[in-house]
């Protein structure tokens, strides 16, 4: 079982990196008493088949693997928390996942850390991310693409940024209640 939430996050990065994204959008909202963990791509989605199949632990596209444990894993976990998991997909137009989860159940996984999971896959790819916090009150949200455009010919993976960007997201999430490493 993945241990905290921002590995579950990981995970769906890496499958929409393999997709081919060219640009993936993540949100996490706390929604009443509900967590909403969504990741929605624009790479090269599936078909039917795949669709049906995705969150079968005994299938995968990876190459050279026989399983595939992050999709049924997330879908796992909400389930038996009593939440709820929803995959979506085009082909040719790319793939949404979303799982609700209960904040407050005793057995839901901790965030993790966030930061220090999604900044080097958001700093380090070539794709472009949106990253999103929200609440009832308040929204944070980080897009590679206006970073890039404020930062000029300063790469995202300079120190300085990278040290920047970290604390911004860990000053989000302790302002959001959010401080939850595992």
Known sequence: MVEDLAFHLADLLE???????????????????????????DGVGMDEEQLRRASDPFFTTKPGRRIGLGLAFLRQTAE????????????????????????????RPP??????????????????FRLIFRDHKNTWALDTREVKKALGSVSLSDPQVLSFLEREMREALAAFGWKEEG
Do not use: C, M, Y
């Open 80 to 107: 038996e928390l009593g939440g709820h998991f929803q995959i979506q997909s085009k082909l040719g137009r790319g793939t949404r996942v979303e799982a609700r989860l209960p904040w407050d159940h005793p057995d």
């Open 111 to 128: 965030l993790g850390d966030l930061p220090g999971t999604l900044l080097p896959i958001l700093v380090t790819s070539p794709v472009e």
């Open 15 to 41: 499958n929409a990196l393999r997709a081919g994204a060219k640009f993936v959008e993540v949100e996490l909202a706390r929604e009443g008493g509900t967590l909403l963990i969504r990741v929605e791509d």
